[in-house]
């Protein structure tokens, strides 16, 4: 799952490099993805926004078994 995760990620990555940001995967818990957005994303007011509307949508769609995203 975590390489799912990864390959998802490529996916998600230029969108949040291009504001200055990027993500990291933590640890993946019974369906729950742990991450931890870094840059200029990291402290973002936006970023709850942009991990349940934007990650969370891309991994739900693209990896099997995903139920949610936390930040850490």
């Not at 990291?24 to 509307?53: F, N, W, Y």
């Amino acid at each position: 799952m975590r390489e799912d995760i990864e390959k998802a990620f490529q996916k998600i990555r230029p969108a949040l490099q291009a504001d200055g940001g990027d993500i990291e995967l933590i640890d993946v818990v019974d369906g729950v993805v742990k991450v931890r957005l870094t840059g200029a994303c990291g402290g973002c007011p936006m970023s709850q926004m942009t991990l349940k509307h934007g990650v969370e949508r891309v991994l739900k769609e693209e990896v099997p078994g995903v139920k949610g995203v936390e930040a850490v």
